[in-house]
């Protein structure tokens, strides 16, 4: 009973610390990813406070905030949308890759990390936040920009090569060895080409299992389905987060839409756990001593996404201001990067300074993404000031 | 005229057109229902001065707005030659007796003698609507009548 009492004081105390913390987010305009990264600081080992009773529950509420992350962003992309966007966008897609998951790889090899350390890494420091890169497009007033499909069409690429990606990730993690490895990848592969298909042709058919009129079933039936597929992908290896997200899309239409309205605040909830989590399973005190290869990140991955947006708007005849927005836009790096370090350190096969540094740089990222989205078009005009005269 | 649409991958689907002054007007339609007027800058085309959004009856009032004007025009014109005729756009506010009632509750044509020869809503045109009609706030009337009919037409729909 005493155990009890103080774990739902402890969990109480971090989830309202957490809605301040959500607050503070809001009047400024900012993503409350990082504050939330920093409350698991604070409260974890090494800590100021160390919470206990509670972390037995976080860990379990962490995974469910994970696949509930990853359905909801299947929920938001019809498989059409999928298919179009991976057509319009692999060229700028590719370079995407290439530009932002090298300098992660680079800096994880030169720690000694080992080659799972930088597929980790590199990982984090590829994909961008989706969440983030909307809220922003939209609070900027950009949606109806020229730019805006390019960006969209860039981050639907990364979220689907994060599908590839996660599965890859989990089987080296699991060390199984290369036979098995490749067995495992080739089912993910598979796993992902037929759920495109059923959710191209039988969408509504996915749809109508799950669907109901009364609002508790559907909720019922929907974690139910999300947390039973999610577990038999993590029993295959394809990762439990990438069979949330194949479900997600596979569920379409309406049902689609009151899905993602009905398990928002869920998402909400669960996610802000699973940061904290994260949080808490990280040792501050490594911190100082890989910040400074996470500024050295931040600095060349905001440089590289800058690159890649601004080569995906050239190639659809953007002009200068607008493909520099397209590039600032994709800057952030916020939840995805967390679920990719997440799923590293809870396997324990990578070092604890790698949770660290991917902290740090997400905190840096998650910071500098939107102020970059801001600051851009006053920096490029005033630019083209300066040199206009010169060339004049 | 060539409306241009675009998927918005996550957000809707993007519909503009480039005015002939050079600037791209349109909407953004949201997946949840919601719509956002676009205008793009002058200077740099690709990016928008404004993004207004709005909710379904104000982009309904505010088709009836760029609408209704052109309907009546045409018709002035028609009744050129029927001098004391006039035709004008009588709004049903939101406070108007009428709205969600009937047309032929007002008994317009025996109280004032003018006729109301359209109904604009959400953009549509509703022509010679008949006494069942049932007006709800947001509607555009348009009302063919001596001057003096018109402002009791007026009145009528605003005071009852």
Redesign the interface.
């Known amino acids: 009973m005493e155990s009890t009492a103080l774990a739902l004081f402890e969990l109480g105390a971090v989830l309202f610390a957490l809605g301040v913390l959500g607050r503070v987010a809001g009047r400024f305009g900012m993503s409350p990813i990082p504050l939330y990264l920093l409350g698991g600081l604070a409260f974890g080992d090494g800590g100021v406070l160390t919470v206990k009773a509670a972390t037995e529950f976080g860990h379990l509420a962490g995974e469910i905030g994970v696949v509930l992350l990853l359905l909801l962003l299947g929920l938001?992309?019809t498989a059409p949308?999928?298919v179009?966007?991976m057509r319009k966008s692999w060229l700028a897609g590719l370079l995407d890759i290439v530009l932002n998951a090298t300098p992660g790889a680079v800096v994880a090899l030169l720690l000694g990390w080992g080659p799972t350390g930088a597929i980790t890494l590199a990982g984090v420091t590829y994909i961008s936040s989706?969440g983030i890169a909307?809220k922003v497009l939209n609070d900027l007033?950009?949606?109806?920009?020229?730019?805006?499909?390019v960006v969209?069409?860039v981050?639907?690429f990364e979220d689907l090569a994060m599908a590839i990606y996660l599965p890859i990730l989990t089987t080296l993690l699991a060390g199984v060895g290369w036979l098995a490895g490749l067995r495992s990848l080739a089912l993910a592969l598979l796993v992902i080409a037929i759920v495109l298909v059923i959710a191209l042709r039988y969408g509504r058919f996915v749809s109508s299992i799950v669907d109901s009129k009364d609002r508790e079933v559907f909720l019922l039936q929907l974690l139910g389905a999300a947390l039973l597929v999610a577990g038999l992908a993590s029993a295959l290896n394809v990762s439990a987060a990438v069979g949330a997200f194949l479900l997600g899309i596979a569920i379409s239409g309406s049902t689609a839409?009151s899905a993602a309205?009905l398990l928002e605040p869920l998402r909400d909830l669960f996610a802000a756990i699973f940061f904290v989590a994260f949080g808490l399973n990280t040792d501050p005190h490594k911190i100082p001593q890989v910040l400074g290869w996470a500024v050295l990140l931040a600095v060349i991955t905001t440089l590289t996404k800058i690159g890649t947006g601004w080569f995906a708007a050239k190639r659809q005849g953007?002009?200068r201001?607008?493909r520099a927005?397209a590039g600032a836009a994709l800057v952030a790096r916020g939840e995805f990067s967390i679920v990719i370090a997440g799923l590293a350190v809870s396997v324990g096969a990578v070092p604890g300074k790698l949770a660290a540094l991917a902290s740090a740089y997400v905190l840096l990222m998650a910071i500098l993404g939107p102020v970059a989205a801001r600051v851009v078009e006053p920096v490029v005009r005033s630019m083209q000031r300066r040199l206009a005269p010169a060339v004049g | 005229m060539n409306v241009d649409v675009?998927?918005?991958?996550?957000?809707g689907v993007?519909k503009?057109f480039e005015a002939r002054s050079g600037r791209?007007i349109?909407v953004?339609a949201h997946?949840?229902g919601g719509i956002?007027l676009?205008v793009?800058k002058h200077d740099?085309?690709?990016?928008?001065a404004?993004?207004v959004p709005l909710t379904v009856d104000e982009a309904a009032v505010l088709a009836n707005l760029l609408g209704a004007p052109q309907l009546v025009e045409k018709l002035k014109d028609d009744h050129r030659d029927l001098p004391g005729i006039t035709t004008r756009q009588l709004p049903i506010g939101d406070e108007s007796p009428y709205s969600g009632r009937a047309l032929g509750d007002t008994r317009m044509r025996t109280r004032t003698k003018a006729s109301i020869v359209a109904v604009m809503r959400a953009g549509q045109i509703y022509p010679s609507p008949g006494p069942d009609f049932v007006l709800v706030a947001g509607d555009l009337l348009v009302v063919v009548g001596t001057p003096q009919g018109l402002d009791e037409a007026l009145e009528i729909l605003t005071g009852g």
């Open positions: 938001e992309y949308e999928l179009s966007g989706s909307a007033g950009r949606l109806g920009n020229r730019e805006t499909p969209l069409s981050l639907v839409q309205k953007i002009g201001l607008g927005r | 675009t998927q918005l991958p996550g957000i993007r503009d791209r349109g953004v997946r949840d956002d676009i793009s740099d085309l690709d990016d928008c404004a993004q």
